[in-house]
């Protein structure tokens, strides 16, 4: 990680549709427009001045040594638990099978919550506990509302997840143990967002609900970066993601349009 002190290069946070700027020095949850996904932008001018891929390697290889591309403020610590750093594996086998010569799988199962959602929900955590949150809810299938809950549990805040009665017992009892409070619904996942979302506003907390918010992307955003350091700074020609809510599939996508633009990644950026 770079050192506390390391300036921030946001430059705005901005609606992905009208194009409406926000301040950055506010909590924010969607466009206060048009109610679109907020994107944080970066001074990518002064990003490059002050940093390079080879400054990124000599740091902890966690998500946290991209900080020049990361809306962490100067002297903000993050509310981390190591998360990132994953191995990116060969799959010679598969890839014979499907006329791929070089097939990777990149291993987030190494995340301390044991799935990506350690990511985005790390540095949506770290964000809303500098904005003066008191605590979170969001609805969950299982393994975000289980990120939230360890996150919350390492920021000191209290969490609410809310899940479709349905939801395996395992990943509820992942967010219980981190003391979490879990609520069911008979309904499905659309419903426990209705209900969480109502929930936020009565209880004076954050909806961590998928891309509710403009950090956890952000947070996701880090597989991309990953993805281009282990390849050599190339852009593979193509990612297979599940896609679920949808958040890391744009994060990796802005993670390669934010390198492009700053020329640290060969190719075109991949399908």
């Given at each position: 990680?770079?050192?506390?002190?390391?300036?921030?290069?946001?430059?705005?946070?901005?609606?992905?549709?009208?194009?409406?700027?926000?301040?950055?020095?506010?909590?924010?949850?969607?466009?206060?427009?048009?109610?679109?996904?907020?994107?944080?932008?970066?001074?990518?001018?002064?990003?490059?001045?002050?940093?390079?891929?080879?400054?990124?390697?000599?740091?902890?290889?966690?998500?946290?040594?991209?900080?020049?591309?990361?809306?962490?403020?100067?002297?903000?610590?993050?509310?981390?638990?190591?998360?990132?750093?994953?191995?990116?594996?060969?799959?010679?086998?598969?890839?014979?099978?499907?006329?791929?010569?070089?097939?990777?799988?990149?291993?987030?199962?190494?995340?301390?919550?044991?799935?990506?959602?350690?990511?985005?929900?790390?540095?949506a955590v770290t964000r809303a506990?500098?904005?003066?949150?008191?605590?979170?809810?969001?609805?969950?299938?299982?393994?975000?509302?289980?990120?939230?809950?360890?996150?919350?549990?390492?920021?000191?805040?209290?969490?609410?997840?809310?899940?479709?009665r349905e939801t395996p017992e395992?990943?509820?009892?992942?967010?219980?143990?981190?003391?979490?409070?879990?609520?069911?619904?008979?309904?499905?996942?659309?419903?426990?967002?209705?209900?969480?979302?109502?929930?936020?506003?009565?209880?004076?907390?954050?909806?961590?609900?998928?891309?509710?918010?403009?950090?956890?992307?952000?947070?996701?955003?880090?597989?991309?970066?990953?993805?281009?350091?282990?390849?050599?700074?190339?852009?593979?020609?193509?990612?297979?993601?599940?896609?679920?809510?949808?958040?890391?599939?744009?994060?990796?996508?802005?993670?390669?349009?934010?390198?492009?633009?700053?020329?640290?990644?060969?190719?075109?950026?991949?399908?």
């Open positions: 990680m770079s050192a506390p002190g390391a300036p921030s290069f946001v430059s705005s946070i901005e609606c992905s549709q009208c194009g409406a700027q926000h301040d950055a020095r506010r909590l924010l949850t969607v466009c206060e427009r048009c109610g679109a996904v907020l994107l944080v932008r970066y001074d990518l001018e002064r990003v490059a001045k002050g940093g390079n891929p080879e400054a990124w390697a000599s740091r902890p290889f966690t998500m946290y040594r991209y900080r020049e591309l990361l809306p962490l403020l100067p002297g903000e610590e993050p509310v981390t638990l190591g998360e990132g750093g994953t191995p990116l594996l060969s799959l010679p086998r598969l890839g014979r099978r499907l006329g791929l010569p070089r097939l990777f799988g990149k291993d987030e199962g190494r995340n301390p919550t044991g799935t990506f959602k350690a990511r985005g929900l790390s540095l506990r500098s904005f003066g949150v008191r605590g979170f809810i969001l609805p969950s299938a299982g393994n975000a509302g289980g990120a939230a809950a360890v996150y919350g549990a390492r920021a000191g805040l209290p969490v609410a997840v809310v899940v479709p395992a990943a509820m009892t992942e967010a219980l143990l981190a003391g979490a409070h879990v609520f069911t619904v008979d309904g499905t996942l659309s419903l426990a967002g209705r209900v969480a979302a109502g929930a936020a506003s009565t209880l004076g907390v954050l909806d961590l609900a998928t891309l509710k918010e403009p950090y956890r992307l952000e947070g996701k955003k880090t597989m991309g970066f990953e993805l281009a350091e282990q390849l050599g700074w190339r852009a593979p020609d193509l990612v297979l993601y599940p896609t679920g809510g949808g958040t890391g599939l744009i994060g990796i996508w802005k993670a390669f349009q934010e390198l492009t633009a700053l020329r640290w990644v060969e190719g075109k950026g991949p399908r």
